[in-house]
């Protein structure tokens, strides 16, 4: 009687548990997922579809976690823990040149219906398409809701720059729209910032063709680093002036990156951060005493970047030395190096050798 007793409860006891168990359903629980250079991106592919985390670098704004899918119906009961997006025919509008580039770089230019500075374009498919009017400009002040619905835009992916408030956020809300933000620009590593590509293969049911692609750069980009580099580290003056402040890339900054492994050095690598160190122009000048190589001034002549500086003329580099730019053609550097890390590289290297032959450099050119 006793061992009966036992047993019944023994059963009653595995009942429970099973019970208890039985209402979870796999994959409810979201990961966080991996990555293999990004810090603010990861990602994991699940039954449903990648599901992919997007992280603030500021801590402002909340983790993201969204599961991109082509069958939404099927992940309704995810929908508590992550937010389910339908990739089947998303519209996007987007207000940087480098979300273009991945879209162009996993032939999904159709899906692009809103950008910013579009006359600016440098992939002449979409180029056409904006003078035709099939892509509109968003400009550089508010979120132009109404304009968005016409176009039909579903998905707004930011640069994470403008503010989004709780008013905007309610109001993609209430129209319907997604809200992304795409912090490449944060990485501290080149491959990072490319690893970004996977994002838009995910947002685009394209996400096997982005890992593919994004395989085969860093296999480019790290046969690239095998290069002899040259002589010893050379100081540079990178950046210009906005308004009273020059702006120079910090320690880990990808573009810091990129300076390092060429023995580029400036004197804001000496600081930490992935932004930019502003410096007035008397520290400017005296740091720029040293260099005889200006990198990045933002246009494409001498006399463009006097006529936005006039101050530019006691730089050393701009009275004795060499200078070097993208901005000859500025929207092909924005929309395409992001995916193409070892041809900056490259330009890079050619450069510290003294090389000014426009045939081997694919993005800058001398600025005269």
Not at 81 to 86: G, Q
Not at 119 to 143: M, N, P, R
Not at 305 to 322: E, S, V, W
């Amino acid at each position: 009687m006793i061992k009966n007793n036992i047993n019944r409860i023994f059963f009653s006891v595995c009942i429970l548990l099973v019970a208890c168990k039985a209402p979870t359903v796999k994959n409810s629980t979201p990961s966080i997922g991996s990555s293999k250079y990004s810090k603010w991106l990861s990602y994991s592919e699940t039954e449903f579809g990648v599901q992919v985390c997007i992280k603030d670098p500021d801590g402002k704004q909340p983790m993201r976690i969204l599961l991109c899918t082509t069958e939404p119906n099927k992940a309704q009961h995810l929908k508590k823990t992550v937010e389910v997006i339908d990739v089947r025919s998303l519209r996007f509008a987007t207000n940087a040149a480098t979300h273009v580039g991945m879209l162009v770089a996993l032939k999904e230019r159709n899906r692009i219906g809103a950008v910013s500075m579009g006359k600016y374009l440098h992939d002449q498919a979409l180029k056409a398409a904006f003078v035709q009017g099939k892509i509109f400009e968003l400009g550089q002040a508010s979120i132009p809701f109404e304009k968005l619905v016409q176009q039909r835009i579903s998905m707004w992916v930011s640069a994470g720059m403008e503010p989004m408030d709780l008013n905007n956020r309610k109001r993609f809300e209430s129209l319907g729209m997604a809200w992304i933000p795409d912090y490449d620009w944060r990485e501290p590593h080149p491959l990072g910032k490319a690893e970004w590509l996977l994002l838009f293969g995910a947002l685009t049911n394209r996400f096997d063709e982005a890992k593919t692609a994004f395989d085969d750069l860093c296999k480019r980009y790290n046969e690239c680093k095998k290069w002899p580099k040259g002589n010893a580290c050379e100081k540079v003056l990178v950046g210009n002036f906005a308004g009273e402040s020059w702006y120079s890339p910090l320690r880990n900054s990808f573009q810091a990156w990129f300076l390092t492994h060429v023995d580029f050095c400036t004197f804001s690598m000496n600081y930490e951060g992935t932004g930019s160190l502003p410096v007035g122009a008397e520290r400017l000048l005296k740091e720029a005493s040293s260099c005889t190589l200006w990198l990045n001034p933002g246009f494409p002549t001498k006399e463009e970047i006097l006529r936005a500086n006039p101050k530019a003329n006691k730089i050393k580099p701009f009275k004795d030395g060499r200078i070097f730019c993208y901005s000859h053609d500025l929207n092909k550097y924005w929309e395409q190096s992001a995916l193409m890390p070892d041809k900056v590289l490259n330009d890079l290297m050619e450069i510290k050798r003294g090389q000014t032959n426009p045939s081997l450099l694919y993005f800058y050119r001398e600025v005269k």
